[in-house]
């Protein structure tokens, strides 16, 4: 899902020293892990979005068309 230069860069922005950190090779895994969710959440939410209208445009195409104006949060 995530390109290995995806990777890369999601790695230089971890450059917070927090007290409460777990450091592997300089690298807190935490924050390394929050950043990559931070990345791939908005992608998921819009993928979500387009497979609900494809559901919501079998059963209503009106409402179908009002939700595919709508960005997912």
Not at 30 to 41: D, G, N, T
Not at 50 to 65: A, D, T
């Amino acid at each position: 899902m995530l390109s290995e230069e995806t990777i890369k860069q999601i790695y230089f922005y971890c450059d917070e020293k927090r007290p409460d950190a777990i450091y592997a090779d300089d690298l807190d895994i935490v924050q390394f892990a929050h950043k990559i969710a931070a990345f791939v959440e908005p992608i998921i939410a819009a993928k979500e979005h387009q497979r609900c209208v494809k559901i919501v445009s079998s059963m209503n195409p009106e409402v179908s068309r009002s939700l595919e104006n709508q960005r997912p949060k």
